[in-house]
Every structure is written in structure tokens, then in C-alpha cells.
Antibody
């Protein structure tokens, strides 16, 4: 079965660092864009950033640029989202998702985010 | 940044109703527009990709249309399991963005 399996919930204090993971099962992350999406309590979905299939292109929403880092270890088919210094306002559920893109002669057909991780709840509280 | 504006923010409907949700982009995104459904406490689920393509396994009562800046998600006959929040999302720009969501209740 094709899945994205995320790491367990975390409870952290403000100022602490954190790295959460998203492991592909049944498919290779090197074939997809992997995005991270935040959902704060009772709020909508916010796209944070994404990494290209090759890892050569990592892009961030301006709202999250400099606040988080997206990375991956292709050898273990795992993507990561990390913070160097958490704030209480980082309390949220974080989802990873995959998206396929088919390009030919410079024209790309972009599919939607069809597989999502189960979400990682991050609670930041003193 | 490309901004996505959904309307309405919420709507009240009954089983059997035809429901239409619109999404407007701040600039042309061609057909790079997807629709998702999210139920409380659940993971978002892809319904429509590239503006009008039905994702596998999604009931045919869901349909999408539009291109450029204006898009529509239509539920032809609302079913009890369709009460949820719906989001549009563009993947045209360097930064991808979601609409603010439409709650169908």
C-alpha cells in the first residue's frame, strides 16, 4: 500500500529544536514533490514548502521562509521538516503530502497532492 | 505570492442540493488548481486535480471547472458524507497556496 508515515506527536518547550519525519512506503519519494502543510487548531490548510523529486529545488512559502527547513534522506525514503527554535505559535498539526508532475518539452502537467501522511501534532508550551 | 480566494466561506445545504464553491486566483494559474475535502479530525483528501480531473475513487457527483483565474467545484447532489470543508489549492507559482476553505454544513 502506498503511504506516507509520519513521526509521532511531539511536546516541546519554546526555544527547543525539532525535526519531524515523513517516510514513504510502497513508493519512492524521488518520483514526487513532497510538501509540508500546516493546520493550526481550528484553522485552514497552509502550504509551508516543498522539495522536488531530485531534491535540487526546495521552495518555501514566504510565511515560512527562514522559520523551517525542509530536507530529505533519499537513501531511507524519508523527508523531514525541522525547526531550530520553536515558538508557541508553531503549535499545529503538520502534514506531509506527495505530488506528481509530468514534464515534457518544458511543459508540465501537475497533479494534485494525492497521498498524505497521517499528520504530526506538535505542541509547544512552557 | 498568488492569493486564492474562496467563496462562500461557509454555506448551509441539504441532502440532494446542488452545491457550488468558487475559487479565484490573484493571477492566471492556467489549470493548476486542485480541490480537497477535509472532514473534522481527518487528513485532506484530493477530489479534483488540474481544474477538472476527477481523482480516482472520488464519486462522480463531484466536478470541477475553470481556467485562468476562476474555478468552480460542484457537488451535483449533496450526500450526507459530503458535509465537510473544501479547499482549493494552486500549484502554478513558485509558492503554492490554499484558499481559506469553504465549510459545507
Amino acid at each position: 500500500e502506498v503511504q506516507l508515515v509520519q513521526s509521532e506527536a511531539e511536546v516541546k518547550k519554546p526555544g527547543e529544536s525539532l525535526k519531524i519525519s515523513c517516510k514513504g512506503s510502497g513508493h519512492s519519494l524521488t518520483s514526487y514533490w513532497i510538501s509540508w502543510v500546516r493546520q493550526m487548531p481550528g484553522k485552514g490548510l497552509e502550504w509551508m514548502g516543498a522539495m522536488s523529486p531530485t531534491g535540487s529545488d526546495i521552495r518555501y512559502s514566504p510565511s515560512f521562509q527562514g522559520q523551517v527547513t525542509i530536507s530529505a534522506d533519499k537513501s531511507i525514503n524519508t523527508a523531514y521538516l525541522q525547526w531550530s527554535s520553536l515558538k508557541a505559535s508553531d503549535t499545529a498539526i503538520y502534514y506531509c503530502s506527495r505530488r506528481r508532475e509530468d514534464c515534457s518539452n518544458g511543459i508540465c502537467f501537475r497533479y494534485g497532492m494525492d497521498v498524505w501522511g497521517q499528520g504530526t501534532t506538535v505542541t509547544v508550551s512552557s | 505570492d498568488i492569493q486564492m480566494t474562496q467563496s462562500p466561506s461557509s454555506l448551509s445545504a441539504s441532502v440532494g442540493d446542488r452545491v457550488t464553491i468558487t475559487c479565484r486566483a490573484s493571477q492566471s494559474i492556467h489549470i493548476n488548481l486542485n480541490w480537497y475535502q477535509q472532514k473534522p479530525g481527518k487528513v485532506p483528501n484530493l477530489l479534483i486535480y488540474a481544474a477538472s480531473n476527477l481523482q480516482g475513487g472520488v464519486p462522480s457527483r463531484f466536478s470541477g471547472s475553470g481556467s485562468g483565474t476562476d474555478f468552480t467545484l460542484t457537488i451535483s447532489s449533496l450526500q450526507p458524507e459530503d458535509f465537510a470543508t473544501y479547499y482549493c489549492q494552486q500549484s502554478h507559482g513558485v509558492a503554492w497556496t490554499f484558499g481559506q476553505g469553504t465549510k459545507v454544513e
